[in-house]
Each structure stands twice: as C-alpha cells, then as structure tokens.
C-alpha cells in the first residue's frame, strides 16, 4: 500500500504558476506510474498528465499541454506538475494517483492521495 499527499495548491491569478507535489509514504514511488487528475464541482474527474516510473516518457492533456509539466524525483519519492500560464478554468481539486501504466483514465490507476485546491482568478 501506498499513501499519497498533494500539496502546493492555492488561489493564484490567471497567468500565474503553481507547483504541485505528490509525496509517497509507505513505499516507494519508483515502481509506479504516476498520474495527475482534477475534478470541478459537478464535473468528472479529467486526466491532467502522468509520467512513467523512470520520468522519461510523460503524457499530457490537450488543455495542458505546453502549460504544465510533470517531473519527478524518486530519491525524494516525490512527483511534481508545474503549472504555468494558468487560466480560470483549471480552477479544480488536483489529484494524483499511483499506477502500473501510462494511462489517462481513473480506473487504471490503484493509489489517490486526497487533493489539493488550486483556485485561478480572472
């Protein structure tokens, strides 16, 4: 079993940048991939981005692409998604979640850390 904790959301103004953190307790992060989700109020939980296990293949969202970017630390057993030039509508709770795939759907991924609000202002 892995834990996952986000933190580094908050209220930003459209334009500005965020960095969000996902930090594994309980085992290690490396084995895993890892994806970034968010959910509006009322909406379903959308993809974001994901990286593999090593960091050297990433995947991302057409509304993030060229914005955000995911990276990640395995000594610090930390997963991390910069976010620039943001916009109101990436106004969400942010998820990230452990799995075995590169994948860009909720079901495929076993471990959810708990969220973190990012709030973009216009």
């Known amino acids: 079993q892995v834990q996952l904790v986000e933190s580094g959301g908050g209220l930003v103004q459209a334009g500005g940048s965020l960095r969000l953190s996902c930090a594994a307790s309980g085992r290690t992060l490396s084995t895993y991939t890892i994806g970034w989700f968010r959910q509006a109020p009322g909406k379903e939980r959308d993809f974001v981005a994901a990286?593999?296990?090593?960091?050297?293949?990433?995947y991302y969202a057409a509304s993030v692409k060229g914005r955000f970017t995911v990276s990640r630390d395995n000594a610090k057993n930390t997963v991390y998604l910069q976010m620039n030039s943001l916009k109101p509508e990436d106004t969400a709770v942010y998820y990230c979640?452990?799995?075995?795939?590169?994948?860009?759907?909720?079901?495929?991924?076993?471990?959810w850390g708990q969220g973190t609000q990012v709030t973009v202002s216009s």
């Open positions: 990286i593999n296990w090593s960091g050297d293949n990433t």
């Open positions: 979640a452990a799995g075995g795939q590169l994948g860009t759907r909720p079901n495929e991924y076993n471990y």
